[in-house]
């Protein structure tokens, strides 16, 4: 009796990421072997929709778009565009500053312990060299690679398809995003690249990674986009284009192409527990990309736009406690003195739902959309706020603010952030205390203020302790934190948070939204359940 198999193409999605594949299958679950004695060389197969009658018999298959049958066409006019950057660093040698290890007087090993303290030339430090890949952009000779290829190195140089090698030097760097630009001063015009949308690009469409993996140099791997937007605390613009293509150590600073050969993502990083590729990979979009080198090219540093402001993400909770219809935009949770918001307008729990006419979803598309806006540009903030005396529980508001320069943003902030603080001293407030939600408050008093650390501008509630098991505890509350206000209503002493509990608990409320201020005075927003 013989057994009827059928071959299945099929495209899976889980947790937001598309996996292209193919399954065979029979009516006992054999898998089928291709014929004996022939060999059947890797495709792509075209995929196919299977749709069910009513019966549960499945209906005619639906053709869909075919993957690429082959990418040699467009790899072929860009091979010589892409590059492998070799980099040697001088770094002190493991021995150095120890005294010399000795053999006994006239011992051969006595050589093989001076060589393990020297390098040739016996100075006490040795080179180390690393590889990485990099892609011309500008026949002239501009090189875009990352960062981290280049870092600390002495000497820098590119090698090209056709085994020529030039020296590189270095245009720019960003480390924030892990983009560096280098220059080479060709004899003739070099095989250039151009960069493509990013944000054109579709979960599932194709993409082609060229680069320098393990010192294998020109090599080109194909995959699909398999998601895109994706934060893997790398970076505070992190926007990655996720990828199957395989990409391996030696890679970073590659391209990654689409199958019109535009360069939409610069190579960066992978997830892998053995240090290999395995088709979770992640490159830089275009998109924030061209911006940044942009810059680095014609200033030689960055210029970003700067709000000024501290924020939070807008969880349900907090946009339950907030009043507002949906769980959008970034919170504001404090005002940078003497930056571009420093002048009333923005408040703290205003929450940015648009800024220069672009929507923000989440707290993270803030950063990156204003650090990609012009330094001293005028733009418009969208917000909503909560207004207490009005009937309305939230007000859609329109500010203008000018933008700074974050570079010297960062720079105010580190100065105000080292400004002196008063020492910490034994002791404990002398207040009454009041135990509610989990944790132990007291009125702010001297000795709360040395004990803790707190400021003479300081003002709220102490929190003295936290149950370990409470949902205060939970959250990340600890000692020493200062409650604001409850329920966006300021309180100066522990009464006033005990009462404004009871009047949450007797109105029906679950939950109460604390604005928690830190010894710092860092702020943000916490929703503890009322037991």
């Not at 990352?146 to 820098?156: L, T």
């Not at 990409?247 to 960066?268: E, H, Q």
């Amino acid at each position: 009796m013989s057994v009827q198999r059928r071959r299945i193409s099929f495209a899976a999605i889980a947790g937001g990421t598309v996996m292209m594949g193919m399954l065979s299958a029979g009516a006992q679950g054999v898998i089928e072997p291709p014929p004996e004695g022939q060999v059947i060389a890797p495709q792509v197969p075209p995929a196919t929709t299977i749709e069910l009658d009513a019966t549960g018999i499945p209906a005619t298959p639906r053709a869909m778009s075919h993957g690429p049958a082959s990418v040699a066409d467009v790899a072929e006019g860009l091979l010589d565009a892409v590059v492998n950057i070799s980099t040697s660093q001088t770094v002190e040698a493991a021995g150095r500053g120890i005294p010399p290890l000795e053999a006994p007087e006239g011992s051969p090993l006595q050589d093989f312990f001076d060589d393990l303290l020297k390098d040739d030339n016996g100075s006490g430090s040795r080179k180390v060299q690393s590889l990485g890949s990099g892609f011309v952009i500008d026949p002239s000779g501009i090189i875009i690679t990352n960062n981290h290829v280049i870092a600390d190195a002495d000497e820098i140089t590119a090698n090209f398809a056709d085994g020529s090698k030039l020296t590189a030097t270095l245009v720019g760097v960003d480390t924030k995003t892990d983009i560096a630009v280098l220059k080479v001063e060709p004899t003739t015009p070099l095989k250039a690249v151009k960069f493509g949308q990013s944000e054109q690009l579709r979960i599932g469409d194709w993409v082609m990674a060229v680069g320098n993996p393990f010192g294998l140099g020109g090599s080109v791997t194909v995959g699909i986009v398999s998601a895109r937007g994706r934060n893997i605390n790398a970076g505070p613009y992190d926007n990655f284009i996720q990828t199957d293509a395989a990409i391996n150590r030696g890679n970073s600073g590659g391209p990654l192409f689409d199958m019109n050969g535009d360069v939409v993502g610069i190579n960066t990083a992978i997830i892998s527990p053995t240090g290999g590729s395995i088709g979770i990979g992640f490159s830089i979009p275009s998109e924030i990309a061209t911006n940044v080198i942009g810059q680095l090219r014609e200033f030689g540093e960055t210029r970003r736009g700067w709000l000024g402001i501290r924020l939070q993400e807008v969880s349900e909770d907090i946009a339950t406690g907030l009043g507002l219809p949906a769980a959008r935009g970034a919170l504001v949770m404090g005002v940078v003195p003497g930056g571009p918001s420093d002048n009333g307008l923005l408040r703290v729990g205003d929450v940015i739902v648009a800024f220069d006419g672009q929507d923000i979803e989440t707290s993270r598309d803030l950063p990156r959309i204003v650090a990609e806006t012009p330094v001293g540009k005028k733009v418009q903030v969208e917000l909503l706020r909560k207004e207490a005396t009005t009937a309305d529980p939230t007000q859609e508001l329109q500010v203008e603010i000018t933008l700074g320069r974050l570079e010297d943003g960062e720079k105010l902030m580190t100065e105000s952030e080292a400004a002196p603080t008063t020492p910490e001293a034994p002791g404990a407030p002398k207040t009454a205390e009041i135990e509610t939600l989990g944790m132990t408050i007291g009125d702010i008093d001297a000795d709360a203020r040395t004990k803790y650390s707190l400021g003479e501008d300081v003002a709220g509630v102490v929190i003295t302790a936290v149950h370990p098991a409470s949902s205060a505890a939970e959250k990340g509350i600890e000692p020493g934190a200062v409650i604001r206000e409850v329920a966006q209503e300021k309180v100066g002493k522990a009464s006033d948070v005990e009462k404004k509990i009871a009047e949450l608990k007797s109105s029906g409320r679950k939950n109460a939204l604390l604005l928690l201020a830190s010894a710092s005075g860092e702020l943000r927003f916490v929703v503890v359940p009322i037991d």
